[in-house]
């Protein structure tokens, strides 16, 4: 089975993968903005609403397969953003006869994901938790299989930490843009050797096994 070459599924990938295309216009023309004083200098989580911050095809054929190669049916993502990355994981949910937990702040983009999950055909193989994800996972006590992390790169490490007791031996864990300086404090505990895991960086990305 695979659901990641569904034409239900491709079509809305290929639409947002051709809107992310354009994220660094939009970031090129919001930086011109505020440098002339057209836009604040603001910061957070309203300036992310318009950018798409996705994986790109290969990435996200990647994550379908390592989810696929470890049989992970259980799977939680933390940053969803518009839905690329969900899509990806969630093809493999459905596939592996597992689902997937994703979490995701910004409430419009909480509204375009759960459409794109819709017209997707993969509504029912996803659970969408509005909010931050340091409350909405806090109290769900089920195993973790797979975990990404791509969201605030700050949070990766204390997310990893809420979640750690989910993580059985073997669980896959996963953060995108760990040459982000937020996210250094991450990669050294992971890396550390006591930390519990085996970790290999594929460019920007980590790649980790709970031991």
């Known amino acids: 089975m695979n659901t990641l070459d569904d034409p239900q599924l491709q079509t809305v990938l290929q639409r947002l993968h051709a809107a992310a295309a354009d994220d660094a216009a939009r970031w090129a023309a919001r930086r011109e903005q505020q440098a002339t004083g057209q836009l604040p200098q603001d910061e957070g989580l309203v300036r992310m609403g318009e950018f798409y911050l996705a994986v790109s095809p290969d990435e996200g054929r990647l994550l379908y397969l ?23 994981l969630g093809a493999a949910a459905r596939d592996n ?14 509204r375009a994901l759960r459409a794109n999950l819709a017209q997707a055909g993969l509504a029912d193989c996803v659970t969408l938790l509005e909010g931050d994800a340091l409350q909405t996972l806090a109290d769900r006590t089920e195993p973790v299989d797979l975990l990404l992390l791509d ?10 930490r809420l979640l750690r007791p989910r993580l059985g031996e073997g669980a896959l864990v996963l953060a995108d843009n760990v040459d982000h300086a937020a996210a250094q404090d991450y990669v050294a505990a992971v890396r550390a050797p006591d930390s519990g895991f085996l970790t290999h960086l594929m460019g920007d990305l980590s790649v980790s096994v709970c031991l």
């Open 151 to 160: 969201g605030w790169k700050s949070l990766y490490l204390p997310l990893l």
């Open 66 to 88: 390592l989810a696929r190669a470890t049989r992970a049916r259980r799977m939680v993502e933390f940053g969803a953003s518009y839905g690329v990355s969900t899509l990806y």
């Open 97 to 110: 006869g597992g689902h997937l937990v994703t979490t995701e702040a910004h409430p419009d983009k909480c």
